[in-house]
């Protein structure tokens, strides 16, 4: 049996040198401009629905993880950002508001998407759909 050590295979300075070269903001502006930083049919972590949370229109996006998948015929990227609130002259740090990540194909076209809002954030303009 053939021993391989992935931690000194060229995959990983291959994953290195694209994930160096991805415009992380870039790609998470382009997203919130194509949807007009609103995420519609949002279940919170207690089951509470909200049809529509509108997103302040200055955020920054900061990459804290990616992962590649692969399957017999399919292969990804996943990348995780903290979304932040920038700009608002009454605070000093920004404002996490929550996380977002998107899924990309092999060509970098857009896949999927998987939002984690913190609802409770001021910034943040909520619809709840009452029962």
Not at 3 to 27: F, P, R, S
Not at 57 to 69: D, H, K, Q, T, V
Request: with cysteine; proline share 2%.
């Amino acid at each position: 049996m053939t021993k391989i050590e992935l931690k000194t295979h060229q995959v990983w300075q291959d994953l290195n040198e694209i994930l160096e070269d991805i415009d992380a903001d870039a790609l998470v502006q382009e997203h919130l401009e194509s949807c007009n930083y609103k995420i519609g049919g949002y279940w919170d972590e207690t089951d509470e629905f909200y049809e529509e949370i509108t997103l302040p229109r200055f955020l920054s996006a900061e990459l804290i993880s990616s992962s590649i998948g692969v399957t017999r015929r399919k292969r990804w990227i996943q990348l995780k950002f903290a979304l932040q609130a920038d700009g608002i002259a009454s605070q000093d740090n920004p404002e996490k508001i929550g996380e977002l990540i998107l899924i990309y194909d092999e060509n970098m076209q857009f896949l999927d998407e998987n939002w984690e809002i913190y609802v409770d954030s001021p910034l943040l303009k909520t619809n709840i759909k009452k029962g």
